[in-house]
C-alpha cells in the first residue's frame, strides 16, 4: 500500500519543502495583520480634524457684537467690546472671584491681564458654563435684568443662573466656581484670529 507522501518520514526533501513554506505563509500573514495595528498608530482623519486649529475672520464683528465658533467640539465665544466694556472692569474686582486671573488652568499666561486677552477689545473664551457644560448667555447689555437688578453686562447661565463678567470672570457665591476659560489662541494678522495655537513664545 503506498505511504502518502506529504506524511511520509521517509521523504525529508518534502518535509523541508513544507516547512520552509508554512514560514513564509506565516510570514505573510504576520505582516498583513500587522498593517492595521501600524495604521493604528497614525491618528485618523477624524482625531486630526478635532485638533486643527480654527481660523477665523474678525472684521465683521461688530463693537458690542459676538460670533460663535466651533474647535475641538466646543463652542468658541469671539466677542468685540467696546471701550466702555473695557473700561467698567475695572469696577468688577470686588464682584468676582478671581480677579487677577491667577488660575492658570483657566488663563493662559498670553491672557494673565485685566482684560483676560491679547487685545481689550477682543475677548475670546470656551463657551461652556464651568458648573455643569450649559451654555452661558451673551448678555452685553448693562441695565436691569430678571436674574440682577444692577446687571453691568456680562455671561449669564440661564440653566442654574451663573453670572460671569465681560471678562468671563465668575461671580461670587454662583453655581459655577472657575472663570470661562480663554482657549489657546493668537493673531494671524490684524483680522485674522488662529484658536488652537498659542502665540509664538508663550509660555
Known sequence: MAHDEVHSPDNPGRRRFLTAT??????VGAGIAAVPFIKSWNPSARAKLAGAPTIRA?????????VTVMW?????FIARRTPAMVESLKAMDALVVDP??????????????????????????????????????????VKPMPFDAEWKGGYFCP??????DIAGRVYKAQPAPLALPVPPYHFQDDNTLVIGVEPTGAA
Do not use: M
Request: charged share 20%.
Open 58 to 66: 474678525i472684521d465683521d464683528i461688530g463693537a458690542g457684537e459676538q
Open 22 to 27: 508554512t514560514a513564509v505563509v506565516g510570514a
Open 72 to 76: 475641538r467640539g466646543q463652542p468658541i
Open 100 to 141: 487677577a486671573s491667577d488660575n492658570a488652568d483657566q488663563t493662559p499666561a498670553f491672557a494673565k491681564n485685566e482684560y483676560r486677552s491679547i487685545k481689550p477689545e477682543i475677548l475670546v473664551l470656551v463657551g461652556v458654563c464651568t458648573h455643569l457644560g450649559c451654555a452661558p448667555e451673551y448678555l452685553p447689555e
Open 159 to 164: 440653566c442654574h443662573k451663573s453670572k460671569y
